[in-house]
Structures are given as C-alpha cells and as structure tokens.
C-alpha cells in the first residue's frame, strides 16, 4: 500500500491545487469507500465549503474546511491516487506510483471526488477500491509521523517489549508511516536483521535505524516513493544485496514478508 512518501505527495498536491476553492459538487456514493457515512451525507457537509490545508501523519491524510467545517479524512488505501483535473484538460496527481498505467483523463476508477465552482475536480482514483473517505478521521492514536520523529521519540518507541524490530517499524502506534517496504529498507541500510528483538538493540542500533529512517523517507520523498529505494529491486528470488553481493534472504516477520541480506543482516550481527 502506499506508505508515507506517496501519502506525502498525494498531500502535496491537494496543498498546492486543491485549495480555497469553492466546492459545489460531492459525489461520495460509494457506501463501502466512505463508510461509515450513508451517501449524502459527507456531501451535506462539504458542500459550499472549501479545503483550506492538507495534513500528514504517517499514511493518514486529512483536510481542514472552512468556517469551522469538518475534516475531510483521505485514506489511499493498497492502490489510491489523488488527481486534480481542471477544465481546460490539465492534471496532477499524487499518491500511487502505478504511473503510465493510468491515461490522462481516464477517471474510471474514481470513488471520491469534489467538483469545484471553477470546474475542477478532486479525485481519489482507487482501482482496488480498497480507499477510505471519512469525515473527522481518528488520528490522535497515531504515533509520532516517521519524517519528524524526535530522537528520543524514535528511542521510546524501540524502547520497549521484546517485538521483533521490523515489527514495531511497522507499528502505526509506535512510529507513523513506515510501511513494509520502508522497513526493509531502513533495515538494510542499519545493517539489522528484521528478526532482531528490540531489547536487545544497542544504543548504536537505535541510532542507525534513526538516521536510516531519516534518510528513506528523505529520499523516497524526493524520488517519487519508495518503490526508488536503492534495496527494493532486489527483493525478489535469486537477488542478491546491492552493497555486498550476498543472496538475500526472504522469510516472514511480524506477519509480512521481509527480505534482508544473508551476510550484512544475519540474526546474530
């Protein structure tokens, strides 16, 4: 699913094309995409308003409204995309990175959309259906958002029980928005086994992951999400790690499939 890079782009781009612009049309009909809501009613609510911010945290984005309206909670979902498309056949979208697989134009895969007094329309575009419109989404039980973790707020959250380390990456309580890519790659580049128990992580440790979370999120945001990262390629059967040239390793960790290389990231460095 898109983790907070591609959740961070779709952000930006309701940031810088979807604002103050007055909404005069919401078609929120598809019951299982903006459940729990019946249809009408997310309409009813936005209705004469405009998106006046965007936020992140982690993967979970929502928008302000106007004159003290409600949030606007967009959730990409395995597969979503935001597409801004404005009369004169211009677009730009951001999310997803299933790019050329998409037409300018081809809205078909729309589920959500607003359409503006200027004729522009916002769309979340979600061939698996598998996105989330709500309003007043809960994110206070996030953690803290993986791109500005404190230091000591990434120690407290590795701080505790004996969960194996990729595990807790991908705990949305702990740390925000790493998904199971992100965490393979924050791993790889710590030089740490996935497997690892987080009390029995080093002051050191916990220290490269921070600095490799850092980076991840810094680069995947600025190459276009994480399907860029230098590791993710050669998650696959026979490749072998980009850095050593050991086989990688596959097997399943806090319930998802983890790769790692055999050399670099044994379970007892």
């Not at 211009?90 to 729309?110: A, H």
């Not at 890519?181 to 790889?188: F, H, N, P, R």
Request: hydrophobic residues 35%.
């Amino acid at each position: 699913m898109p983790e907070l890079p591609e959740v961070e782009s779709a952000r930006a781009v309701i940031e810088r094309s979807g604002l103050g612009r007055k909404i005069v049309e919401v078609d929120d009909t598809d019951t299982y995409v903006c459940r729990p809501h019946l249809p009408g009613q997310i309409r009813d609510a936005l209705m004469g308003r405009t998106l006046v911010a965007a936020h992140r945290r982690g993967k979970s984005m929502w928008c302000d409204t106007s004159e003290d309206g409600p949030e606007l909670g967009i959730h990409l979902g395995m597969s979503g995309k935001i597409v801004i498309g404005d009369p004169d056949g211009s677009e730009v979208d951001g999310g997803d990175y299933w790019e050329g697989r998409r037409l300018p134009g081809d809205y078909r895969w729309t589920r959500f959309a607003l359409t503006f007094a200027d004729g522009g329309r916002l769309m979340l575009v979600d061939p698996r259906r598998l996105g989330r419109v709500r309003l007043d989404p809960p994110v206070e039980a996030l953690g803290p958002d993986a791109a500005t973790i404190t230091p000591a707020g990434f120690r407290a959250a590795l701080g505790f029980g004996t969960a194996p380390v990729k595990a807790r990456l991908l705990d949305q309580e702990a740390v925000a928005g790493i998904g199971n890519l992100l965490a393979d790659q924050i791993l790889w580049s710590a030089r740490i086994n996935p497997g690892r128990r987080v009390d029995k992580l080093t002051t050191d440790d916990v220290n490269r992951l921070l600095r490799a979370t850092r980076t991840a999120v810094r680069e995947a945001i600025r190459d276009g999400g994480v399907h860029t990262l230098k590791v993710i390629p050669f998650r696959t059967a026979g490749g072998r790690c980009p850095r050593d040239g050991a086989p990688m390793v596959k097997s399943t960790v806090g319930g998802r499939t983890s790769w790692w290389c055999s050399r670099e990231q044994a379970l007892s460095g």
